[in-house]
């Protein structure tokens, strides 16, 4: 098992009281598995990819622990956390291509970072120089600046660049979006070739796009307002969805085909709830058109069948 | 309704404006009532520049914009005011849209001032919660907030709401749903194609063929500034002809197949029209030659050249860059 979460709290600290971003999340990503996180703006999923790594001043490590290859992340200790950065779990944050150094030249910020890390440039470029290949550029993008590559081209420098330490864990939060469709698919391509070309063990795909989760990711967990909602593989979140908000998510998607005269699709009537102060028990509640009595009392997330996960008590 | 004739525009770039960077060429196309036209496109396609020179945002270079039989590239102050009861416009960022320090009332206030001087509060009361309804907005819940308490969608549609409110025919709606949860995008969606419904003409932009697809009657694909095929939307996405066209829809990420699934279908279809030119092929069966169809602009084909190779379906030279050969070999090269 390469990560095990457990009970995983972190809360954010504001002047109105503590925003419950996340809220007892467990769940397992498995060696060589790919795992794509999906859901609105807002329910946790950014937060659970930096929470692996390094937590801001505002965010507060409430409970649960983080097992990621029988090492136990010391979550809150920010020093004690530096020796697994990079190293161990390495994060692509949401716009990265866009905070490159604009006054170096690729090369040099590379270098930058490696010498941060106690690394020597020279003994990794060879290997470098071969994976800036393998996504389809050249070697001299190095001897570039930011400025002269597309869009696509610097979201797979970043790629190559967060997993030149072979790390164990890869979370990439929204890497495909702000691409165009073909770049898309290349940056999405470069991720499944890594994890099969065993530069990285395990990934995390953080995305509101599911149609890009559906071409590369082996499971698929969908968040709602800092809960888990639902955990299976791709294909059965896409097919056969269990959870209402995932089935209501998944019907609002038009697929390519699909027309308004002939078949209108439905979106999701309100809005989550306030994570300031959230209700007790099921947080889908007030949207949802299964709801009961029972609703009252929190779901658990347990598995219904093998390697599917839900949330739900209408969900037998 | 609309219509774009060899519509151009030129950019100046560089330090003095020394170098040029041609964003739109030679498009044409035409919006009717009662319909959506989807311009698809990649990021420097020229699409979101129609949008604006339509709007009137931006002027264009070459080329006539004509709306109702009139020529509206060259409006005076005057003049424009009486376009924008027709037409209006909604932007990608609703949240840009509007002014965070002030309630969103304020947006309807400044629309009521500057074109509804004379009507009476009660009166444009009425009108106002006539529109929000027709969004599918209560007034209560949206009238009195400030542009953060409300989501995204809620925005989007209030301006929607506020175009609706100036009686509009033609809306140009660019990339209004990308910032858009997928739950609440959908509603937006569908509420274009209500708007449809009603006799309004939308010219939506987009980069998502997907969502293009869904709500258009029409599609307009646009590759760097020139429209390389148009056509009814069941046409183009059914039966890609340009190699652009194709890649396009080949990459776009399907939630029912996979990319290698696509990709064994489109190969298919590149077999079949590998070597070939349908633009050159029409032209040639027409026993028209090839005159200024087929030259260059500065390193890209001419936009002029589309053949309507099936009813309503139009495709160009097979050609993505003038340096590029023809596929359909030296003997149709101008």
Known sequence: ?316 | MLTLHELDKVYRTGTFGTSDLHAVRQVSLDVRRGEVVSLIGESGSGKSTIGKMVLHLLSSTGGTITFDGRDVTKLGFRARRDYYRKVQGVFQDPFSSFNPIYKVDRTFETLRRSYFPRVASGEWREKLDGALAAVTLEPDDILGKYPHQLSGGQLQRLLIARALLLDIELLVADEIISMLDASTRIDVLNLLGELKGRGLGILFVTHDLSLGNYVSDRVVILYKGRVVERGDTTAVFDDPLHPYTRDLLASVPHLDRTWEEVEAEEAERTRRLAGRCLYHEDITAQGRSLGDEAESVDGVPNGLGLVEHAPGHFVGCFRKAAEEDCPAGPAVKP
């Open chain 1, 1 to 316: 098992m390469a990560l095990a979460v457990n009970d995983l709290k972190v809360w954010y600290r504001t002047l109105r009281g503590d925003v419950k971003a996340l809220d007892g999340v467990t769940f397992e990503v498995a060696d060589g598995e790919i795992m794509g996180i999906a859901g609105e703006s807002g329910c946790g999923k950014t937060t659970l990819g930096k929470a692996l790594i390094r937590l801001d001043t505002r965010m507060k490590h409430v409970g649960g622990t983080v097992v990621l290859d029988d090492d136990e992340l010391p979550l809150a200790d920010d020093a004690a956390m530096r020796r697994y950065r990079y190293r161990e779990v390495s994060l692509i944050p949401q716009y990265a291509m866009s905070a490159m150094n604009p006054t170096r030249k690729i090369g040099r910020m590379i270098r930058d970072l490696l010498a941060a890390h106690n690394v020597r440039y020279a003994e990794v470029l060879p290997e470098l120089e071969r994976r800036l290949k393998l996504v389809g550029l050249e070697t001299d993008v190095l001897k570039r600046y930011p400025i002269e590559l597309s869009g696509g081209m610097k979201q797979r420098v970043v790629l190559v660049l967060s997993t030149l330490l072979n790390p164990s864990l890869l979370i990439g939060d929204e890497v495909t979006s702000a691409l165009d469709v073909s770049s898309q698919k290349a940056v999405a391509r470069a991720l499944v070739e890594f994890r099969d070309h065993g530069f990285v063990k395990s990934m995390i795909v953080i995305t509101h796009d599911i149609s890009v989760l559906f071409q590369v990711a082996d499971t698929i967990l969908v968040m709602y307002a800092g809960h888990l909602a639902e955990k299976a593989p791709a294909k059965t979140i896409i097919n056969a969805p269990l959870h209402p908000y995932t089935k209501m998510l998944i019907g609002a998607l038009p697929k390519v085909g699909d027309r308004y005269e002939e078949q209108q699709l439905e979106g999701i009537e309100g809005r989550p709830p306030s994570l300031l102060e959230p209700p007790a028990g099921c947080r889908f509640r007030d949207r949802c058109p299964l709801v009961h009595d029972k609703c009252a009392e929190a779901p658990p997330f347990r598995e219904v069948a093998e390697g599917h996960h839900v949330a739900c008590w209408a969900v037998s």
